[in-house]
């Protein structure tokens, strides 16, 4: 029996899985205090067999083995949770075999294997909701460096007529201060689910999407970008970002299909966690 742990800022996802990676269980619980939460974690598994476990959380996080901060939350602006041992404290409650990564490096597995992706080596998964992070998978492998992705926080061109700040803490007008759900709200005073698809703010939200995506493209030439999060429920804004794609990347890398390409999640809200049971069954 495997689990996993898609471990958001809002809420936690649990699940464990029989070999087949057929589901047996699934919870969420709120994130609020790591005391707290990682209560909630314990009593959900403490239930079940684990056998190895694969873990997803939102970062910064430590990846890099060896070091003091592997298996941390690092520098999150959730304050209580800044220098969390989240991979200690759950192989000391539960010493099996355990994947670490970020949520959205699980999901970008997850949509590779069993999602939007299936059939290919690589794929850059991009979720758009309240912040906005990426996750890339290279020849099947979740990728790490020094570090993770962090593709919400890349710098882009702002449009001459978007004077809105963002919303970034850290940066202001990065991709996730300039495009993530709360700069609609912002912008509009108005919730995204609730604008006309012929609002402006969609092909200003096109457009810094599409560049962001022609960026990922030019640094990291994989066979497919799949976009997630709650933003991309509005059906009409994938035709608005392949749009804008080609017209910023103007022929200099061609696209053989744009429909193929650029593509929304296979499995939506379930990437990221059949994602970490999938790195937890490779162990």
């Not at 707290?36 to 959900?44: C, D, L, P, R, S």
């Not at 970008?108 to 758009?128: D, F, N, P, R, V």
């Not at 962090?150 to 850290?170: L, N």
Request: hydrophobic share 40%.
């Amino acid at each position: 029996m495997y689990g996993a742990i898609e471990a958001g800022g809002t809420k936690f996802n649990l699940a464990v899985c029989d070999e087949s990676l057929n589901i047996i269980h699934q919870k969420q619980i709120p994130t609020t205090t790591p005391e707290e939460t990682m209560a909630g974690v314990f009593e959900f598994f403490e239930k079940y067999p684990v056998e190895k476990m694969g873990i997803g959380s939102f970062g910064p996080i430590g990846v890099v083995k060896g070091s003091d901060e592997y298996g941390h939350i690092l520098n999150t602006p959730k304050t209580a949770w800044k220098n969390f041992p989240f991979l200690q404290a759950m192989e000391e409650k539960f010493p099996v075999p355990t994947a670490w990564t970020t949520d959205v490096n699980a999901a970008a597995y997850g949509e590779l294997k069993k999602g939007a992706a299936q059939g290919k080596k690589s794929c850059l998964y991009l979720t758009i909701g309240t912040g906005i992070g990426g996750g890339l998978v290279l020849d099947e492998q979740v990728f790490h460096g020094a570090s993770h992705p962090e593709m919400g926080h890349i710098f882009i061109k702002r449009d001459p007529a978007d004077t809105y700040k963002g919303t970034c803490p850290y940066h202001h007008d990065c991709l996730e201060g300039l495009a993530a759900g709360p700069s609609i709200e912002a912008r509009t005073h108005i919730k995204g689910q609730n604008l006309p698809a012929d609002h402006p703010v969609w092909d200003l939200q096109a457009y810094y999407l599409a560049q962001a995506l022609v960026n990922y493209t030019l640094m990291v030439p994989v066979e497919k970008i799949v976009l997630g999060g709650g933003v991309m429920n509005q059906d009409h804004l994938l035709g608005k970002i392949r749009q804008s794609f080609l017209k910023q990347m103007n022929h200099y890398v061609e696209i053989e299909n744009i429909d193929d390409y650029i593509v929304r999640w296979g499995l939506p809200n379930q990437s990221g966690i059949i994602g970490a049971l999938l790195l937890a069954a490779d162990l």
